[in-house]
């Protein structure tokens, strides 16, 4: 073996770079959300100042309040239905990769394109703007991020368990309660874990969408970039980033659950 | 064994895939179980052993035939509506539950009053030996115990019939000779039908009642063990279990005419003369004696010989040149070898001689 | 596995998935169908369309003319042009992306277990954090009074003052970082069961480390790579963010000019239309890659038969 070979030339210190270029900026960021200073040119001093102001901002807390409600409403109501078709696209039949086609769909179109399309939808049938036709939209490209996990973890389950449940006398409702969901659990946190943070973070659809006092956190945060930047974007921002972490690390562990570790 | 017919399977098919893709796994397969009867299927890879095991589960449909159980047609029961347990070649212990909890799981789904299912279950473990274990988790328990944990899981709502699909197949072989002998024991003991599915002559010879030999697709032959091995009646079933010689041979004047020009006198009564058939010659019923021995069927050359310990293995080539196995017991002492090279005479009394049309 | 199905077990399966077809067909498919109609409309007085209008092509053709103020059709190029920057962008894009994810992926498949998936969660946590704010944190870096530019500057001559924010650049910037973890993945997957010893046995046979790389390693990645060009350049193509953070007024792209028909413009047939251009032009980036795949997997093919 001649290691040295693994390495292919400059791929060391571009992939450094590669880091650095990754996470410099959102590093910057929440640097510049502990300046005292609000022209943030200059390094004045530590300050927890701007985290305190966003407590204390009416519109702030308005906007994560709609991103929570939205947030929880679309993952919920897309780890369900991502759920049901997890499950009922576990076998071959004719037809189920164009139904997958369909259920992955928003991944591949702009969403730009979706958004606005969703936004003629909306004000033509008269359903019009704001939180409801939001939290609506966001469920449609939630579903993917939910069924995706739970389908991975179906598809490693041993579907003897089913059958043995069948089995040993639980009917199919039975067999899914008692074994299956219980077995599944893990992928459905994980999945509905990310299906939160995609609705979270999401702008472009909500922005299209959002009416007169029904502003999500990045919605809220794109208007005041557009005014000018200010501390509290930067400390808003920062938390944003740290929650998307959190709970996409947490999504990860959760996923880990039950499987056996890899070699 | 009873008489009475537990399971009941009627000119059964089944396919897989549609179009050009449809594979014939099971073509017209007919079999009746007896009541507490060991049956065993027997058969190489791919015959469509557990295919019929799930059709009888209920797991998948027939195409065309029928299934009885207990008299019953079950062909639209789903399998929580048929009384019959399964034992997986995996296992499939369900890994959340404990060994307590799997063992109780089909008595809860039949709705059993609380303490009845308590007493059973443990029952069950008890039967198998495993109620030490019972607050463990699967994954905490070695391969031979999750075997008795899913036959006990199985045999606690007492079904009718115990379906078990090469259960003994991932232990070490001295863990499946100490099974083999308990999975005998228990089914007397607890009365039920055993359909059971292994690669394993040995086994099935030794536990079965009887067995079913099965080729692609097709039950070739049913019977008691002593039938499957002393009296096949195809070639495949001959083949397939146990070691055995087949010579092509002619009937002729109420024998067999060997392509050497011998004549072997066994019985053909059932054959028609002049047809050609093959003589199936197990290695241990035949003898060696002297080529010049006037009791000497046939003759050839050692070709090569081993000693096993209790037997000596010859491979002896006949004059037509096929090969020929034969095994004799050291049970009376070694004897004489007969050296490498030097020819031979065979000698097999027509009742080892089993006729087989071409 | 095939099975066989039963009509009731097909049944049970279609109730299963219903919910996800009706919420996908209600919010993906016939939004989009009722776009593909408002772009045959035209513009409405108060509201963005005339939904009593005349089904004409008008909005498709104001795409490349425009009405002169005595009615007469002009030819206008600008949109055109924001296409084709669009384009070119996503191309640069992609071009940077390769560039900096290749390498990376190929370093990744070196390494051991253990640090290979830490760099791949590493890879992956960005794309899982708000684009908006990852945007907009290099639109405070690249601003005109940050320490960036001033160092830029420090080392340019005097006369070649620069601005790092609101031109093609900060695009191509913001742009290959939104998208470089779907460059980097699909080519570390590719590689991941590499075999080095491949790489050990063209160096034994005497190429040299970078005819052993181009010849060996760099054909193993190439589907990888292939993959990751599509998933970079779609959303590059599509992106509003970062040429609405980063770009300037000048250096429109197709997605801006998307949002603007349904903003200020309040002209939703042209949007529409735009719209439908940009889906047809990334179906036939797609088909492209698949009959190319198609023809790869054909030409393998016979090379195996031989
Ligand atoms: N669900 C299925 N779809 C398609 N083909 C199948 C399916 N199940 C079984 N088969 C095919 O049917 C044939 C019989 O399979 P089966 O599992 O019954 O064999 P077996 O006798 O149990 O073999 P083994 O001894 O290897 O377990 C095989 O050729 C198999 O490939
Ligand atoms: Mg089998």
């Known amino acids: ?263 | 064994m009873g008489t009475a017919l537990t399971v009941d399977v009627r000119g059964v098919s089944k396919s897989f895939g549609h179009g050009r893709n449809a594979v014939q796994v099971l073509n017209d397969v007919s079999v009746k179980i007896a009541e507490r009867e060991f049956f065993t299927l027997l058969g190489p890879s791919g015959c469509g052993k557990t295919t019929l095991l799930r059709l009888i589960a209920g797991f998948e449909d027939v195409d065309r035939g029928d299934i009885f159980i207990a008299g019953q047609r079950v062909n639209d029961q789903p399998p929580f509506r048929r009384n019959v347990n399964t034992v997986f070649q995996s296992y499939a212990l369900f890994p959340h539950l404990t060994v307590q909890q799997n063992a109780a799981f089909g008595l809860r789904m039949k709705d059993l009053p609380r303490e009845e299912i308590k007493r059973r279950a443990n029952e069950a473990l008890e039967m198998v030996r495993m109620s030490a274990l019972a607050n463990r988790r699967p994954s905490e328990l070695s391969g031979g115990q999750q075997q008795r944990v899913a036959l006990a899981r199985a045999l606690a709502p007492r079904p009718q019939v115990l379906l078990l699909d090469e259960p003994l197949s991932a232990l070490d072989l001295k863990l499946r000779k100490e099974m083999q002998i308990e999975l005998k024991q228990l089914q007397n003991q607890a009365g039920i039908t055993f359909i059971f599915v292994t690669h394993d002559q040995e086994e099935a010879l030794g536990l079965s009642d009887r067995i079913g030999v099965m080729n692609d697709g097709v039950i070739m032959q049913v019977g008691k063990p002593i039938d499957i091995y002393e009296r096949p009646t195809h070639r495949f079933v001959a083949n397939f279990i146990g070691d055995i010689n087949l010579l092509e041979a002619k009937v002729s004047n109420g024998k067999a005419l060997l392509k050497s020009g011998h004549l072997v006198e066994c019985d053909v009564s059932a054959h028609s003369p002049s047809s050609s058939v093959s003589l199936a010659i197990r290695p241990e019923r035949a003898r060696i004696v002297k080529e010049t021995d006037t009791e000497a069927n046939f003759a050839g050359i050692v070709d090569h010989f081993a000693y096993m310990g209790t037997a000596l293995v010859y491979q002896i080539r006949l004059l037509e040149g096929t090969k020929f196995l034969l095994r004799e017991t050291t049970a009376n002492g070694a004897g004489q070898f007969a050296q490498v090279g030097s020819r031979v005479g065979i000698k097999v009394a027509p009742e080892a001689i089993r006729v087989l049309r071409d | 596995m095939l099975e066989q199905h039963s009509s009731s077990q097909a049944t049970r399966n279609l109730l299963l998935v219903a919910p996800a077809i009706v919420v996908l067909v209600l919010l993906v498919v016939i939004p989009l169908g009722i776009m593909a109609y408002v772009s045959l409309l035209a513009r409405g007085e108060g509201s963005g369309v005339n939904w009593s209008s005349n089904i004409s092509g008008a909005a498709y053709l104001s795409f490349f003319v425009e009405e002169d103020f005595d009615g007469s059709l002009v030819p206008n190029y600008s949109y055109l042009l924001s296409f084709l920057r669009s384009i070119a962008q996503a191309i640069f894009t992609t071009a940077i992306c390769i560039l900096l994810g290749v390498p990376m992926a190929m370093w990744m498949a070196g390494l051991d277990t253990k640090w290979r998936s830490l760099m791949v969660l590493v890879v992956t946590i960005p794309f899982w954090t708000s684009l908006l704010i990852r945007n907009y944190a290099w639109l405070i870096i690249l601003r005109q009074d940050g320490w960036a530019q001033e160092f830029v500057n420090a080392i340019l001559p005097a006369e070649w003052k620069v601005s790092l924010l609101y031109n093609d650049f900060a695009v191509a910037v913001g742009l290959a970082y939104s998208f470089l973890p779907f460059m980097i993945l699909p080519v570390f997957s590719t590689l991941e069961k590499f075999d080095w010893r491949l790489l050990e046995a063209a160096y034994d046979l005497g190429a040299n480390k970078w005819r052993a790389i181009r010849n060996v390693v760099l054909p193993i990645s190439m589907p990888g790579i292939v993959a990751g060009s599509l998933l970079v350049f779609i959303p590059s193509l599509g992106s509003f963010i970062t040429p609405a953070l980063l770009g300037g007024g000048k250096t429109l792209m197709i997605g801006n000019l998307i949002y603007l028909q349904f903003t200020s413009s309040r002209n939703w047939p042209f949007g529409a239309a735009l719209s439908i251009i940009l889906l047809g032009l990334m179906f036939v980036c797609i088909a492209v890659l698949a009959l190319r795949q198609k023809r790869n997997a054909a030409v393998s093919g016979r090379k195996r038969a031989k």
């Not at chain 1, 590669?18 to 960021?29: D, E, K, R």
């Not at chain 1, 369909?102 to 939808?121: F, G, Q």
């Not at chain 1, 005014?227 to 921002?237: D, K, L, M, R, Y």
Request: proline share 5%; net charge positive; aromatic share 10%.
């Open chain 1, 1 to 263: 073996m001649k290691p040295s070979l693994r390495r292919i030339p400059l791929s060391r210190e571009i992939s450094f770079a590669v880091i650095a270029y990754l996470y410099l900026p959102v590093i910057v960021l929440a640097a510049y959300s502990f300046n005292a200073n609000r022209t943030a040119t200059v390094w004045t001093e530590f300050s927890f100042n701007w985290y305190l102001r966003i407590l204390h901002n009416p519109s702030i807390q308005a906007a994560a309040l709609n991103s929570l409600i939205v947030a929880t409403a679309a993952t919920v109501a897309s780890t369900i239905i991502g759920l049901l078709a997890a499950v009922g696209t576990q076998k071959r039949f004719k037809g189920r990769s164009t139904l997958e086609g369909l259920i992955n769909s928003p991944l591949i179109l702009p969403e730009i394109v979706v958004a606005v399309a969703t936004l003629i939808l909306f004000v033509s049938v008269g359903i019009g703007v704001g939180l409801l036709s939001i939290t609506i939209a966001h469920i449609a490209f939630c579903i993917p991020f939910a069924y995706l996990p739970i389908k991975a973890r179906l598809a490693e389950m041993d579907k003897h368990y089913n059958e043995a449940a069948l089995d040993l006398y639980a009917n199919r409702f039975d067999a899914f309660r008692l074994i299956t969901l219980p077995l599944l659990w893990p992928g459905i946190l994980s999945g509905a874990t990310l299906a939160f943070v995609i609705s979270l973070d999401d702008f472009i659809t909500s922005f299209f969408l959002s009416g007169p006092g029904a502003t999500t956190l990045p919605v809220y945060i794109f208007s005041s970039i557009k005014a000018g930047i200010t501390p509290e974007v930067n400390a808003i921002s920062t938390v944003m980033v740290l929650v998307s972490i959190v709970l996409v690390a947490l999504s990860f562990a959760i996923n880990r659950i039950g499987k056996p570790i890899r070699r």
